[in-house]
């Protein structure tokens, strides 16, 4: 059974930094691009960013102005966020994804349950 | 303002036919990237519903069905049932952006 599991997610002040984790099982996770999409609170989800399945590739959102780097270990089956300079805006679920399909045409076919980031004073 | 533009909401009583638009542009549907359908239950993570414009994956009822034609897709999901009240988000590839989404469908069983 493929299981995503997130943490590292709080309440952070503006300008802040903050740093997820996804402990992945149930598949060859060194095999797979894996990507974070967000959702704020009542609003739709937004990619934020993909990691290739050795992590030499990495694509990320226009919005996020080089404030985001995703990572990974291959050898812990862990998928990392590291946000710096967080902002209000960024106050959302973010979610673990596993990806399916080629380049330009990914999809998510497993997601983790969420963890929430919330940027306030 | 998402790159990808769906109804905000829709609506159907048990038992008819319902369908969710997904309209893009030259730079994404348009330029024949694929388009991909999840369903968020209230609460809940989104689930992949339709890949690749028309599959389904292992477990998801033939009542939904995707299409796609030129820069737009649709979804349908027909036999409607109270469970399948839910967000409805259509996701594809945009060749400045990456990863896109849709603003979401909510649909309502009446």
């Known amino acids: 059974e493929v299981q995503l599991l997130e943490s590292g997610g709080g309440l952070v002040q503006p300008g802040g930094s903050l740093r997820l984790s996804c402990a992945v099982s149930g598949f060859t996770f060194s095999s797979y691009a894996m990507s974070w999409v967000r959702q704020a609170p009542g609003k739709g989800l937004e990619w934020v960013s993909t990691i290739s399945a050795s992590g030499g590739s990495t694509y990320y959102a226009d919005s996020l102005k080089g404030r985001f780097t995703i990572s990974r270990d291959n050898s812990k089956n862990t998928l990392h966020l590291q946000m710096n300079s967080l902002r209000a805006e960024d106050t959302a679920v973010y979610y673990c994804?596993?990806?399916?399909?080629?380049?330009?045409?990914?999809?998510?076919?497993?997601w983790g349950q969420g963890t929430l980031v919330t940027v306030s004073s | 303002q998402s790159v990808l533009t769906q109804p905000p909401s829709v609506s159907g009583a048990p038992g008819q036919r319902v369908t969710i638009s997904c309209t893009g542009s030259s730079s994404n549907i348009g330029a024949g990237y694929n388009v991909h359908w999840y369903q968020q239950l209230p609460g809940t993570a989104p689930k992949l519903l339709i890949y690749y414009n028309t599959n389904r994956p292992s477990g998801i009822p033939d009542r939904f069905s995707g299409s796609k034609s030129g820069a737009s897709a649709s979804l349908a999901i027909t036999g409607l049932q109270a469970e399948d009240e839910a967000d409805y988000y259509c996701?594809?590839?945009?060749?400045?952006?990456?990863?896109?989404f849709g603003g979401g469908t909510k649909l309502t069983v009446l």
């Open positions: 996701q594809s590839y945009d060749s400045s952006l990456s990863g896109v």
């Open positions: 994804t596993k990806v399916e399909g080629y380049s330009s045409s990914w999809y998510f076919d497993y």
